[in-house]
């Protein structure tokens, strides 16, 4: 195993517990670290695991304290809880685990079948490696190193596919930012974009964002067929009101069809100047392009959204799609979802599909698209064009 594989910490009193999952962590690609004794919890945290998985009951300890300790840590881990009691005490613990501000991924109830803890590893993996983790470790970034980067070209998007789920199309590109620091290596946006924008930076990287995308549409398409460019319009951006000329401008600059163009909108855009915001995203539409309403469900007021929004897509939630194996309350939400999105004439299109469980729910229920680990990760230009030709090749 190389020093930069990830590192994983399994606590459980049971020695064969911590045994099996070791076993199959190694093999999925993480360094493996198993604590049988909790004791030593926080002395590990300290070497900053990328994921921990953690049995709720413990001799002496229970799942609950540490997971205090892990918040109380800063800890950037992804979090995986077992048990053997039933399933409503996991679910306790993962809200629990969220409110503390966690990173909860995962759960099984013991015993734990070794392909659903395969297949989980396995799909975190690319989440877990690359700079996300160290990130914490290295300096704070300040205005001016924002400033510099976008004076020196140093963001970049990877494209993650969207595939339509009844016949298997690629039928779009999400662009994701990406920050290639000359000595940090790779930031993801979690790392920069709530600072452009607490920095008055978001609208400069937004924009450039967006001509990087618009530009490289051409290449992007090339390797697939009709594709639409999904991008994410930051909260902050939806105030200037000469935007949607601007943007109408960019797409024609490139010869891109504005139906081509799909901008990504969260709820919290909305709630500031509501007015404005809705004027732009009315004139985004009449001049073709088209708009999507982005990781919807975690707003406050999903049917507020749908009303004011003239969108034609609504993207589910990731956290809806994963709780759908284990929560009726989340299925439900998936299907309704589906259903009011269809009657209102949109696209609905399922975020963070990672499992073929998962997929063929959505399928049941008539959902037209999905994104996902499941299909690809996000990438970089030429790995994407070389996705989906092995995909065309392959149907
Ligand atoms: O892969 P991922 O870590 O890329 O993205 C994390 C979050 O960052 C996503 O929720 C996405 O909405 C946001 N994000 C990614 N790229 C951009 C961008 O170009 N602009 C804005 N405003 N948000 C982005
Ligand atoms: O919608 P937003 O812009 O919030 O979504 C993009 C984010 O989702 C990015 O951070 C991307 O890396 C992440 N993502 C994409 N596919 C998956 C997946 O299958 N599982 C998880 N956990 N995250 C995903
Ligand atoms: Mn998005």
Redesign the pocket.
């Known amino acids: 195993m190389t020093d930069q594989a990830p590192r994983l910490l399994v606590v459980d009193d049971e020695p064969d517990v911590c045994e099996f999952v070791a076993e199959v962590a190694e093999m999925a690609g993480y360094r493996c670290v198993a604590l049988t004794d909790a004791r030593r919890f926080e002395t590990e945290l300290n070497n900053a695991p990328a994921m921990v998985i953690l049995d709720l009951m413990m001799p002496g300890y229970d799942g609950v304290e540490l997971l205090r300790a892990m918040a109380r840590a800063g800890s950037q881990a992804r979090i995986v809880l077992m048990s053997g009691f039933d399933a409503r005490v996991l679910n306790t613990a993962e809200e629990l685990g969220k409110a503390l501000g966690l990173s909860v ?1 995962g759960r099984f109830q013991k015993p734990i079948r070794l392909a659903e803890l395969e297949a989980l590893l396995r ?2 993996l690319g ?1 877990v490696t690359g700079d996300r983790l160290p990130r914490r470790e290295g300096p704070a970034v300040q205005r001016q190193d924002l400033a510099r980067a976008l004076v020196r070209n140093e963001f970049l998007l990877h494209y ?1 596919p969207q595939v339509d789920i009844a016949n298997g199309a690629v039928i779009g590109a ?1 662009g ?1 930012a990406r920050w290639q620091h000359p000595d940090w290596g790779l930031v ?3 790392a920069f974009i709530g600072l452009a924008e607490k920095f008055g930076l978001i609208d400069e990287l937004g924009w450039y964002v967006a001509e990087r995308g618009i530009s490289e549409f051409a290449e992007l398409s090339r390797g697939c067929g009709p594709i639409t460019l999904s991008v ?1 319009v930051s909260a902050q951006s939806l105030r200037d009101l000469e935007m949607p000329d601007r943007l109408a401008a960019l797409v024609q600059k490139y010869g891109v069809a504005p139906a081509s163009l799909l901008l ?1 909108i969260t709820e919290s855009g909305l709630v500031r100047e509501l007015a404005r915001a809705l004027d732009i995203l009315a004139r985004l539409r009449l001049k073709g392009m088209q708009l999507s309403i ?2 919807f469900g975690t707003g406050y007021s999903m049917m507020e959204q749908l009303r004011r929004v003239p969108a034609n897509e609504i ?1 589910i ?2 956290s809806f799609v ?1 709780a759908q194996d284990h929560d009726e309350g989340a299925r439900v939400v998936v299907q309704k979802t589906i259903e009011i999105g269809q009657r209102l004439g949109m696209r609905v299109l399922a ?4 499992t073929p469980g998962q997929l063929e729910f959505l399928r049941a229920h008539g959902c037209d698209a999905a ?4 299909f690809c ?2 990438v970089p230009l030429p790995e994407f064009v070389a996705w989906c030709a092995r995909r065309r090749a392959a149907a």
């Open positions: 991924v799909s975190q989440a993650q999400e994701l993801f946006p979690d994410n990504e982005d990781d993207k939630d990731r994963h975020e963070g599909v990672e994104q996902g680990y499941l990760r996000p």
